[in-house]
């Protein structure tokens, strides 16, 4: 009979390996669940496959990425629609090679609940804050319906449209953060090693050196003389800035400044907007009530000024208000994008129009960040050019004077 080798992680999280007999790759898998084993890597023969850092470093406990949610739920409903049960769903999607180590995990959990009678979205709620919010209640109410698997799909292309939108912003963001990295690597350089190393010139000739440079030297020698003290109090500016992020109210409070902010406020709140579209229009379309789909859209907006509105939004409508209405109310959300909301509620076609809203926004971010890119571009290389330029030609300058000063 077939030997395999494993890597599997039991129910309390450790990590185990060993041998096991079976039929097939199929039956072994089988038999390490009956064993409360939850297989990671599975080969036939004596060879163990080799221990990878990231499976041992990075499965600590949160939420799963983006793009590894919604390669698990594609696979996921791809299985559930070809009438799979839930359990072989599962444990297909576990052994799939492409699926990353941490989703593989997360699975072998899920399926655990699953087999011991718990249905998917309870399983699922069980993982803490492994799943968005919104990811467990639209399963839920793809349960209620009877149609799991049509509701994963729509699921999954939600993800993957969310997954590109924001591969987008980080690309059309990439280059100019290049810039700024560079332009700072190459000040450091000027300031730590150049300046340093010339300064012994203009001592040795009995000269000033010139404002820049001095400048510089000066800098240096703060650091040098007060570094402990420095750190410290960034040290505790980072403490305090940490401190303040975990408190709600401030966070609202710089979210709202933000918003208030030229070029950049815009950009926030299509960006926001958009998100709030698609998965308010998600959880609409797959049943959740519109009173609980506002408040999970809310737990989902990365901004917390626009954030507390939608969950204000909620309490208005449930007073009686129209969506329209209520989403207006707070003057933060763009006027197109109302009255899309209100056009969907008189046709009865609400997800259809928020999916629209999310279109229409998405273009429009994709649109202003690449603006935004092509501006920062050539202002930040030229900026970079000056400043690095200036400093070299400075430098260049400096030991030229005293060179003609020691010919004189």
Avoid at 120 to 149: C, D, N
Avoid at 342 to 351: D, F, I, N, P, R
Wanted: overall charge neutral; hydrophobic content about 50%.
């Amino acid at each position: 009979m077939p030997r395999f080798s494993y890597i599997a992680y039991d129910d309390r999280g450790a990590r185990t390996t060993g041998m096991i007999e079976a039929e097939t790759r199929e039956a072994a898998v089988e038999a390490l669940f009956r064993l409360g084993r939850h297989p990671l890597d599975l080969v036939e023969g004596t060879r163990l496959p080799a221990p990878r850092w990231w499976e041992r470093e990075l499965f600590a406990s949160g939420a799963l990425s983006r793009s590894g949610l919604a390669l698990f739920t594609r696979e996921l409903a791809t299985l559930l629609k070809a009438d799979l049960p839930l359990d072989e769903a599962l444990r297909i999607a576990h052994v799939q090679p492409l699926m990353p180590g941490r989703v593989r995990q997360t699975i072998a959990a899920v399926l655990s609940r699953v087999l011991e009678g718990a249905s998917l979205s309870e399983a699922l709620a069980a993982q803490g804050t492994t799943f968005p919010a919104y990811y467990v209640h639209i399963v839920r109410a793809g349960e209620a319906a009877g149609t799991v698997g049509q509701t994963l799909d729509e699921l999954a292309g939600f993800l993957e449209k969310a997954t590109e939108f924001r591969a987008q912003i980080t690309a059309a963001l990439l280059y100019p953060a290049m810039l700024m990295v560079a332009a700072a690597a190459a000040l450091a350089v000027i300031t730590f090693v150049l300046i340093p190393t010339i300064a012994p010139i203009f001592s040795e000739a009995g000269v000033q050196p010139p404002f820049i440079i001095g400048l510089l030297l000066g800098l240096q020698e703060a650091i040098a003389a007060h570094w402990l003290l420095m750190l410290l109090a960034t040290s505790a500016a980072v403490a305090a800035l940490v401190a303040a992020t975990r408190n709600e109210h401030w966070r609202v409070w710089r979210d709202r400044q933000l918003l208030q902010l030229p070029l950049i406020a815009r950009v926030i709140q299509n960006g926001q907007t958009a998100l709030m579209a698609r998965t308010l229009g998600t959880l609409v379309r797959n049943g959740v009530p519109i009173l609980q789909a506002l408040q999970v859209t809310g737990d989902v907006l990365g901004n917390r000024a626009m954030a507390a509105a939608l969950r204000t939004c909620a309490g208005e409508v449930k007073e009686g208000a129209t969506l329209r209405v209520a989403l207006g109310s707070p003057g933060i959300f763009p006027e197109l994008a109302l009255r899309l909301t209100g056009v969907g509620e008189q046709t009865g076609q609400l997800e259809v129009m928020l999916d629209r809203v999310g279109n229409i926004y998405e273009a429009a971010v994709q649109q202003q960040l690449g603006r935004l890119s092509n501006l920062l571009t050539p202002v930040l290389t030229l900026a970079m050019g000056a400043l690095v330029g200036g400093l070299l030609l400075s430098v260049m300058g400096a030991i030229t004077s005293v060179n003609e000063l020691a010919l004189q």
